[in-house]
C-alpha cells in the first residue's frame, strides 16, 4: 500500500499532512508513505513517519500538466492521494473530472457546492449562514454594512481565506491582496459571530459518508487556529442530513465543516474545508483514525484497530531531524541591510491561484451574491450604478462653472445641506413624544463653516461648542448664549470669551472640570441652565468624560453630583462615534449608559432632566429605516429615567459630510501598460483627510451627454498632489475611458473633518 498525502506546512497555520501521517502510520504500520510537497520549507518533510517524500517544483515554477501526468501514473498503479492543499484539491479536481477512485479528494462540483459564503450544500443542517455581502456592491455600501455589523467583520475569499478586518484602510488593503491572490473582484464580507468555535470532521468515500466527528476548540493560536480541542461523537440530527449531502455531492476524502456556537446555542456555519482539519490526529487520539478510515474504505484493506486514548488532545512544538537529502536553506542574504526570516507558507500558493485562474478553474458563478440568515442583510447598489449619490448633489453641482473654479475647491452643496437640515429636524420631532423632546446641537467643530451654522439656527438647532471660541462664532452667527451648550475638555481655553449672559447646558469631562465649573458658577462667571457630567463610556475606551467603571471611581462621581449647585438643571452626556464602533454596538451603549444613569440618579440624590447622546452618527445611519432604532431607544427612556424630558442629539457629520463636495484637476494620466492605472491629480489628502476612514463617492461629467457619472471600481489609482508616499486620494477606480488632463472630478462627502480638518501644505 503507498499513500500520496500532500500538504505538509508546519507553521503556526498548519496543513493537516503530518498528522494525516501519524494517523495512518498507526493504522498501517507497514504502508509506504510519501509525503508531497512544493517547497523543501514546508518542515513537514521532515516528520519521521514519512517513508519518502516527492518534492516538487514550486507551484509558480512547476509543469502542471508533467504533474498531472505523473499523479494519474501513481493512481493508476495503485497509489492513494490525499491531499490537504485546498488548492492542489481544486486543480486535482479539473485534472480528473470524472475523479478516480485512488483520488481521495471531492470533485470540482462538488467543491463549487460548498465554496462561498452562501455554501449552497448545507441545507438539513442546523445551521444558520452569517450575513454577508459581495465586494462587488460599492465601497459605499461596504462601509454601510461595516458600520452596521459593528465593525466586526470578516472578508473571505471565493473559495478559501478570512481574514478579519476592522476598519476602512484594512479592508482596503487586504480587499487589494486577496483580489490580486485570487485573481477576482469578487470576495465577501461576513459579520463576524460571537462564539464558541467548533468543527465536524467528516469522510467519504464515492458519496458514502465513513464516518465524523466533532471537536470543540479549546485553546486557539492568535490566528484562531486550534491549539487544544475536544473531540465528540456527532449527533444524528447532523448525521442524517450530512449523509444526504454528501450523497448528493458524490462526496470523496476529507472535510471539515467550521462553525460558531452563539450563547443562544445556535450553530452558525462559517466554513466547508474539502480536506481533513490539521487537529485531525487529535481525532485518532480520541480512537476516531479518520484518515485509515477513508483508506480502508476506498482499498477494503482492514486498518489496525486505532485505541481511544483521550477525548482531548492538545498540541506541542517538537524538534525533529533534518532529513539529509533536503538541508536546510542557506542563511538569507543581507538584501537591503535587512536579514529576513519568514515562517510564511513558502510554497508559491498565490501564484498557483494565479495559475488556476487562467487555466479557468476557478468558476466564479453568479449567484448569492448577497444573503446569509442573519438578520439586517444588505442588499446595496451593484457596481455599475450609473450614479450613486442623491439626485441633489448633481442639482446643487449645476450651479458652479467647474471650468472656472480654481482647483482644488470646496463646493457647497447648499440645497443638500438645506435638505439635511430639514430632515434632521423632520425626525427629532417625528421622535419627540409627550413627555420627551428631542432637540438637535450642531456640532461647530465638525464644520465651522458660517453657511452650516446659519442653517443650524435657522432650523431650530441648538449650538454644541466644544471652546468659548467656537461660543462666540455661534453667537457671532446670532445664536443667543441661552441656545449654545459648552462642552468637551478644553473649555477653559480662552477663558476671557465667556458669555456674561447665561449658557444653555455645561457638560463636565472630568471630575477636576467639574470642581472648577462648579466654583465658576458659584461664583457668578458661569451661567447656565443645565448643568451636567459627560460619562467615560465603559467597555469601550475613550479619553472623554469622567470614569464610572470601577467602584470607587462611581463613588467619586456621586459624591460629587452631591456638591452641584441645586438651581440648574442636572443632565448627562455621553458621546461614542457610531461611525466608529457601529450601530449594533452604539445602541447596546445607549442601553448601558440608561443603566448606569440610573443609579446615579438613585445614589446622587439628583433627578436626571436631559439626557445628551453626542453625535457621532454617519449621515445614513440615523435616518436608517425612518429612525426606528431611535425611537424604540427613546421609548425606553422612561424605565429607566423618569424624569427625562429632553433629548439632546448633537448630529455633526451626520448633517455636514453631505454638505460640501472638493472639485479636482486631473493634472496628468499615467498610460505605460495600455491601460491608465495611475493619474495624478491637484486634490490631495490635505484637502481630504478623511480618505483612510471612510469611502467618498467620486463623480464625473460625461464627455458627449453632460451628465454627472458615479466612478466605478477599476485599477487605477488617483495620486495626490503632494510629495508624499501615502498622498493616494483614491485606490482603485475606474476613470472614464476618454479622460482627459484637465478633467475635473468632484470627490463628494467631504464637508465634514475633510473640510474642517484640511490644512494648506505644498502650496509655497
Ligand atoms: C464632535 C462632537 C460631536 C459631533 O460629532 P460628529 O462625529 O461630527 O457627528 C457631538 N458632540 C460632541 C460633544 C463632540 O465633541
Known sequence: MKIYISGLYCGTNPQPGVGIARSLRTAYPDATLVGVEYSNRCSGVHWQDLDDVW????????????HAAQVKKVLDAGGLWISSIDLEIMWLGSVFPDGHPNLLTPSLSALQKVSKPAITAHKGLPVKIPTFVTTEISDWDLHAFCREHDWRVWLKGPYYEAVKVRNWAELEAMRGIL???WSTERLYLQTHVSGYEESISFCAYQGELIHAVQMRKRDLTELSKTWAGDIAEVSEEVLAPLRKIVKDLNWSGGAEIEMVRDPQNQLWLLEVNPRFPAWIHGATIAGHNMSALLVEAATGIRAVETPFISEEFTR?????????????????????????????????????????????????????????????????????????????????????????????????LEQT???????????????????????????????????????????????????????????????????????????????????????????????????????EYNSGNLKTEILGVRLRTPNISSRFGIPIDTPDAFGKLIEAIKTLPRDTRFGVHFHMASSNVGVGQWWHLFESMLKWCSSIEALGGRTIEVLDIGGGWFPEDLQKKSGERFRQAIALVPDFLPHVRQI???????????????????????????????????????????YFFYPHRILSRDRTSGKWKSLNRGKTQLLGRLCMEHDIVANNVELPEDAEVGDVLVFCDAGSYDRSMSYVFGRG
Not at 453631505?658 to 484637502?687: C, F, H, K, T, Y
Open 55 to 66: 518534492l516538487q517544483r514550486p507551484w509558480e515554477e512547476l509543469n502542471l500538466d508533467a
Open 179 to 181: 483580489s490580486s491572490a
Open 316 to 412: 506541542v512544538v517538537l524538534e525533529v531531524p533534518v532529513r539529509p537529502e533536503f538541508p536546510l536553506s542557506p542563511l538569507p542574504e543581507p538584501l537591503a541591510g535587512r536579514i529576513g526570516h519568514s515562517l510564511k507558507h513558502p510554497s508559491g500558493l498565490v501564484q498557483f491561484a494565479n495559475r488556476l485562474h487562467n487555466l479557468d478553474v476557478f468558476n466564479y458563478e453568479n449567484e448569492n451574491e448577497t444573503g446569509g440568515n442573519g438578520e439586517g442583510q444588505n442588499g446595496g447598489t451593484p457596481k455599475s450604478a450609473s450614479l450613486n449619490v442623491p439626485e441633489s448633489f448633481v442639482d446643487d453641482l449645476t450651479h458652479f462653472d467647474l471650468a472656472q473654479v480654481e482647483t482644488p475647491s470646496w463646493l457647497f
Open 417 to 519: 445641506a438645506a435638505g439635511l437640515f430639514e430632515k434632521a429636524v423632520a425626525l427629532a420631532g417625528e421622535l419627540s413624544t409627550d413627555d420627551i423632546t428631542v432637540t438637535n446641537a450642531y456640532s461647530i467643530k465638525t464644520n465651522p463653516d458660517e453657511r452650516l451654522i446659519k442653517l443650524a439656527r435657522q432650523s431650530g438647532f441648538l449650538a454644541e461648542a466644544i471652546s468659548l471660541l467656537e461660543v462666540r462664532k455661534a453667537l457671532d452667527a446670532g445664536f443667543n448664549s441661552n441656545e449654545i451648550i459648552l462642552n468637551g475638555p478644553g473649555k477653559w481655553w480662552h477663558k476671557e470669551k465667556l458669555p456674561e449672559t447665561p449658557l444653555y447646558s455645561v457638560f463636565c469631562d472630568s471630575m477636576e472640570d467639574l470642581t472648577r465649573v462648579c466654583e
Open 648 to 690: 439632546l442629539s448633537e448630529p455633526g457629520k451626520a448633517v455636514a459630510q453631505p454638505s460640501m463636495a472638493l472639485a479636482m484637476q486631473i493634472l496628468e494620466i499615467r498610460n505605460s501598460s495600455g491601460e491608465a492605472r495611475e493619474a495624478v491629480v491637484d486634490g490631495s489628502i490635505a484637502e481630504l483627510p478623511m
